[in-house]
């Protein structure tokens, strides 16, 4: 008899010594935002109809899209990229 495992993920960060504080986005007008996209056609559509959103609504300024794989960490280097190129990015997976 074959022996299965499944190994399961834990996406919350080893950190427990220090405080993560994120500051809220606010006010849209005059941000770029970056879309991190893994490719899947319906994630990418949503990410059309956003920046449709926030530019007619919110005075968004430009919206970046990154490709990040799709079964996999990101690149070395990109979040840093995203960090120091956006104000804000919407990372999200549409499997």
Request: proline share 6%.
């Amino acid at each position: 008899m074959r022996t299965r495992t499944i190994e399961y993920l834990d996406p919350v960060s080893p950190n427990t010594d220090e405080k993560l504080y994120v500051p809220a986005v606010g006010a849209l007008k005059d941000k770029r935002i970056g879309f991190l996209s893994n490719g899947w056609a319906s994630y990418n559509a949503m990410g059309a109809k956003i920046e449709q959103v926030f530019r007619e609504h919110h005075g968004m300024k430009e919206m970046r899209t990154y490709k990040i794989p799709t079964s996999c960490a990101p690149p070395e280097g990109l979040l840093e990229q995203v960090a120091a190129e956006c104000d804000a990015a919407i990372v999200g997976m549409a499997n």
